[in-house]
């Protein structure tokens, strides 16, 4: 039996020392934030990583922060790609340079001013091996100036939960928190669309769940979401952000009518429309009825099916009666 267990554990390091894996990070003004997420990744205790970082034109110092961090870490030095842009091109053709240039057999997005626990590669691959799944999920933690919020991830084994999961966001649609096997975007040809800035993850977590057959969550929190850049996406201007969304939503029902899927997950997929737009009524300083109206009519109604307080089902019982009198 000892030696039934010795060769089981053998075999379990044999694996890891060949299942590469690609962190791949984008950089474009994180100056303040960027050390903090450079020492979490040069510091994992796991070996066999391939680092990809791509330049955007950073107009601050980060790539002097970059290079001071890997001096601390030598034997990492060899195991790092620098990809520098000619000019500015935005987050979603960045995504794609990164995934262009990586060669591991999963692949971790990690956003620059974020960060990730030490062992979280390690756990990662523990999962992957274990259940031999095409994307490994975790928990994650909000970062405050002056408190930490922990958000619970629950991946669905069977593909259809799974994908309803992810349209409505029960499963947060960004691709930070997802260690996926590499084969399945590279057979798929997938990619992020360079037209959508904000949303662009929703589109491709969308593609992803649906291609990616297994799934398993590694039951621990080891991605650090920081709230508290000023330059994030949580600051970007409502408008833009819901019009933005509305586009990615638009091209993420396409997929699925092009699929044939766009039955099976035809609720969802309005309770989603419905929550990109709830602000223009929850909000009162921005509220909009017109706007509200204006954005996926077909789902003014989907808030019956949604979790909403009594107070707020009320609000939108009442913008739903305002929509029919003066719309």
Known sequence: MYCLKLALS???????????????????????????????????????????????????????????????????????????????????????????????????????????????????????????????????????????????????????EAMKAMTLLRIKGVLWKLFIRREIIVHNDLYFVPEVQFGEDYIFCCKLFYYAKSFSCVNEALYHYVQYNPNNYSSTNMDLRINSFSSAINIVESFYREKGVYDVLETELLQRKFLSKSSYVLDAKKRNIKAWASYFPESNGAWRGLNYSWPNRLRFLLAEMVVKLFY
């Open 10 to 160: 053998l075999q379990m390091d044999f694996k890891d020392k060949f299942m590469k894996v690609s962190i791949l990070v984008p950089i474009y003004n994180v100056e303040k934030y960027f050390a903090r997420c450079l020492e979490t990744l040069f510091s994992q205790t796991y070996s066999d990583i391939e680092y990809v970082f791509v330049n955007d034109c950073t107009p601050d110092k980060s790539m002097h922060v970059l290079q001071e961090v890997l001096g601390k870490y030598p034997s990492r030095t060899n195991s790092v790609k620098i990809i520098e842009n000619k000019k500015n091109l935005g987050i979603a053709i960045v995504r794609n340079i990164l995934l262009e240039n990586a060669t591991g057999e999963y692949v971790l997005f990690v956003d620059s001013d974020d960060w990730i626990e030490t062992n979280a590669i390690e756990k990662f691959v523990d999962k992957a091996l274990e259940s031999n799944v095409d994307i490994v999920g975790c928990d994650y933690i909000e970062e405050y100036a002056d408190k930490q919020l922990v958000f619970k991830q629950s991946y669905p084994s069977d593909h259809i």
